[in-house]
């Protein structure tokens, strides 16, 4: 509570995760932010920057309900104080503008002392995929794929031994008939 005694500071941490891998499409996506104070002291003058990726829109970035504003491409969230085991989550939004990956960093500050900077800064990539290439490529295989198996079962019908084909063609005179005379009485 106090920066009294033998006080050890206030050890901010940050993680940054993407909630949308792969994004398929010009979709907008979200990154997800979550500050701790790992204590064991509360911390004073909290805020976090979040360098958007070039080739993106802000959609929104919001702590809490609070909205963070957007300078030259940097996304500021003042948090201000927070208490020891305090956690805040932020969501930053963006638009994507072309294909390809989106990597940037947030980092978190403190006016406080904190004893360990190693985990004060995460990033976080996101793989915005062209919907075109790999669908086509899977409906084109899918297609070849039972082409082939048809061709083959018609050449094993044709060569098969005269006693399958009999067989066969016993089993076909009794449907086809069937079904022609059924069709010739409607018309
Ligand atoms: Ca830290």
């Known amino acids: 509570m106090t920066q009294s005694g033998g006080g050890t500071g206030a050890d901010l941490s940050i993680t ?3 909630d949308q891998i792969p994004v398929v499409g010009l979709a907008d996506f979200t990154y997800t932010i979550v500050v701790v104070n790992r204590g064991p002291e509360d911390a004073t003058g909290v805020s976090v920057n979040d360098e958007l990726p070039a080739n993106t829109d802000l959609v929104a970035a919001l702590s ?3 909205i963070c504003p957007q300078n030259g491409g940097t996304v500021t969230c003042d948090i201000g ?3 020891s085991g305090a956690q805040v989550a ?3 939004t963006v638009t994507p503008l072309g294909f390809g990956q989106y990597t940037h960093t947030a980092t978190v500050t403190t006016a406080s002392q904190d004893p360990n900077l190693s ?3 995460d990033e976080a990539t996101v793989d915005v995929q ?3 290439g790999e669908a086509v490529d899977l409906s084109v295989q899918k297609v070849a794929s ?3 198996r048809v061709v083959r079962r018609d050449r094993e019908l044709h060569r098969d031994p005269h006693q399958h084909r009999h ?3 016993h089993r076909r005179d009794a449907v086809r008939p069937a079904a022609g005379r059924g069709q010739l009485r409607v018309r």
């Open 16 to 18: 940054k995760t993407a």
């Open 64 to 66: 809490g309900q609070r």
């Open 81 to 83: 104080d927070m208490s």
């Open 90 to 92: 932020i969501t930053v």
């Open 119 to 121: 985990n004060n800064d």
């Open 130 to 132: 062209d919907p075109g």
């Open 146 to 148: 039972t082409r082939h």
């Open 167 to 169: 067989g066969l063609g």
